[in-house]
């Protein structure tokens, strides 16, 4: 009987590893199947800005998905203000800025707000005006 039992408590084991393992994984694994998306919301404004240059601040930006160093160090920046690292700040910010739709101006327009640090943040500020960047050129 403890014979048949052994080979039992070995699948269970592998199994309670495997479910570790695909709850611990990398966040850089969970992500990668989204970032045709976020390449998609990037595309979608970069268009949208071209489209109504007369009416936004050229200044105010989005960054690439994939300049994972910008979206690592912002994420840090701006820790407070979600719960994750910077891959989910990332997929938050892609989230936020996709469900806005069409309606980019408030994120991109002249009435947009940007914030480099943390401290600047006022309470009543939207989370995609975290998400976004001030070209110097």
């Not at 590893?17 to 709850?23: N, P, S, V």
């Not at 069409?102 to 994120?107: A, D, G, V, W």
Request: charged letters at 30%; hydrophobic letters at 35%; one cysteine or more.
């Amino acid at each position: 009987m403890l014979k048949k039992l052994v080979p039992l408590g070995g699948v269970a084991f592998a199994s309670t590893i495997a479910g570790i393992y695909a709850l611990t994984r990398p966040n850089e694994e969970r992500y990668k199947s989204k970032m045709p998306s976020y390449k998609e919301v990037f595309e979608h404004v970069q268009k949208w800005r071209a489209d109504t240059r007369h009416s936004v601040d050229i200044d105010i930006d989005m960054r690439n998905p994939e300049d994972s160093a910008w979206w690592s160090e912002r994420g840090k920046e701006f820790k407070k203000f979600y719960k994750g690292d910077w891959q989910d700040f990332r997929d938050k910010c892609f989230s936020e800025i996709k469900a806005a739709g069409t309606n980019l101006n408030s994120i991109f327009g002249d009435s947009a707000s940007f914030y480099s640090k943390a401290e600047e943040v006022p309470p009543s500020s939207s989370f995609s005006s975290l998400c976004v960047y001030r070209n110097s050129s």
